[in-house]
């Protein structure tokens, strides 16, 4: 015989599995009606091509090492609004003020370090996308000597197959064009494989995925002919870099620690700033050594602990701040030089570029002449080739010249913080 209390627990049970079973149909049922209702397939929208400075715009939104700089900010704020809201703890420890004071540089050496990280960002971009640049000027010299050598080739045949006694084209030169043919076809591939790599390239440093779509408007490259002042630009540089407000910052957080360990008479230690944050400074650049002279950054110094007396303490504290002092005058000589290096590269880019942008059009006109007299059975085609291959060197001369160019400017810029401005960064018209 069936219990009546089981049988009504079981009968109040299937009310309850079916009600919530209900309310989860109803979800689901809203659910499938909606996804009928979209359209089989989306088109993506349109994307425009990107210029260079619109390629800086996305990277400064969408790099991934500006959002942890970005985060590293916001933790020195969040540092320096706890110490604020300590207001009690001012009154029992003499040393909070300095505390204080030395949050609020802390936040200042975050946004300078933000600031610098910026500037890599626009110089990595900058750089990758004047690479992508060179690489299709690259391949389109590649592709316009391959379609002149492949037209000589069948112009030769051509000679040969008339037969005339007075031509200088033989087989052996249709024979030299084909090998050169073949072996500019592997050139044209490895330039064809540097566009798709700088394009990879361009598109880690604006931090986008590595399958997204990255159009591109392809600007020339920039002028030549500007007047730059090496020590206007060294000055510029030391007035503007975040690294020398990291530095000097650090060196006041450095000289604030010495009275701070001058409180507390009777303790056997006490704590410094490190010990309760991350102040430092960037160094630039680091140290090499190859046959180039890099000399190396030196950096802030200052353990989480200082133990002994008071005037111990406070001793020890001066001698890590006289370190600081030297730190700033190290940055100061590495800015220095650095800007001077790039100095010289432009100069000696600028000059290059001159001197192959009036070589290129004459060794094109002596391909044209030495050109027309080989598709007349007039010259041989070892003439032909040496005059082709010399116009296509000194054409890819040209762009290696204006490349470095370019590059130069870029780093001018990255050097001295935004305080030289180079013409590519205005905005060209669209088409």
Same mark, same amino acid.
């Given at each position: 015989m069936r219990n009546p209390a089981r049988s009504g627990w079981s009968w109040r049970r299937r009310q309850a599995v079916s009600f919530f079973f209900f309310l989860g149909l109803v979800p689901a049922a809203a659910a499938q009606e909606q996804?009928?209702?979209?359209?089989?397939?989306?088109q993506p929208a349109q994307q425009t091509p990107l210029t260079l400075v619109d390629c800086v715009r996305v990277g400064l939104e969408r790099q991934p090492a500006l959002a942890a700089q970005r985060a590293s900010v916001a933790a020195a704020e969040t540092q320096r609004a706890a110490l604020d809201k300590m207001i009690c703890a001012a009154l029992f420890s003499p040393e909070m003020g300095?505390?204080?004071?030395?949050?609020?540089?802390?936040?200042?050496?975050?946004v300078a370090?933000?600031?610098t990280a910026e500037w890599e960002t626009i110089y990595a971009i900058t750089r990758c996308y004047y690479t992508?640049?060179?690489?299709?000027?690259?391949?389109?010299?590649?592709?316009?000597?391959?379609?002149k050598l492949e037209l000589a080739r069948k112009n030769a045949q051509a000679l040969v197959k008339k037969g005339d006694p007075d031509t200088l084209v033989t087989q052996v030169d249709v024979d030299k064009l084909a090998v050169n043919i073949d072996l500019l076809q592997l050139?044209?591939?490895?330039?064809?494989?540097?566009?798709? =790599? *700088?394009?990879?390239?361009?598109?880690?440093?604006? !931090? $986008?995925?590595?399958?997204?779509r990255l159009p591109l408007l392809l600007e020339d490259f920039p002028a030549t002919g500007a007047k730059l002042d090496r020590e206007a630009l060294i000055q510029?540089?030391?007035?503007r870099r975040g690294e020398m407000v990291q530095v000097y910052s650090a060196a006041c957080v450095a000289e604030l620690e010495v009275r701070a360990q001058n409180t507390g008479c009777f303790l056997p230690f006490k704590m410094t700033f490190a010990s309760g944050s991350d102040v430092h400074s960037r160094p630039i650049p680091q140290g090499t050594s190859d046959g180039t002279y890099r000399p190396s950054a030196i950096g802030l110094e200052m353990p989480a602990t200082l133990v002994g007396r008071k005037a111990d303490r406070v001793a020890r504290a001066q001698d890590f701040s006289s =370190? *600081?002092?030297?730190?700033?005058?190290?940055?100061? !000589? $590495?800015?220095?030089?650095?800007?001077?290096?790039?100095?010289?590269?432009?100069?000696?880019?600028?000059?290059?570029?001159?001197?192959?942008?009036?070589?290129?059009?004459?060794?094109?006109?002596?391909?044209?002449?030495?050109?027309?007299?080989?598709?007349?059975?007039k010259v041989s085609g070892e003439d032909y080739l040496r005059a082709r291959t010399l116009e296509e060197q000194t054409q890819s001369q040209l762009n290696e010249a204006l490349f470095h160019h370019a590059l130069a400017l870029a780093a001018l810029e990255r050097v001295t913080a935004g305080?030289?401005?180079?013409?590519f960064r205005r905005s060209p018209a669209r088409p």
């Open positions: 996804a009928v209702q979209l359209p089989a397939t989306v300095y505390r204080k004071q030395q949050a609020g540089l802390g936040v200042t050496i975050a370090g933000l600031e992508v640049v060179y690489a299709r000027k690259q391949e389109s010299v590649a592709r316009g000597l391959l379609e050139r044209f591939i490895e330039a064809s494989t540097g566009v798709a =790599r *700088a394009t990879a390239a361009l598109r880690e440093a604006m !931090g $986008l995925r590595h399958n997204a510029q540089a030391l007035s =370190r *600081a002092g030297s730190v700033v005058e190290k940055t100061q !000589g $590495l800015i220095a030089l650095e800007t001077e290096d790039a100095f010289h590269k432009w100069q000696a880019a600028a000059a290059q570029v001159k001197t192959t942008r009036e070589s290129a059009p004459k060794s094109a006109k002596l391909a044209e002449l030495i050109s027309g007299r080989f598709d007349n059975g305080d030289f401005t180079p013409s």
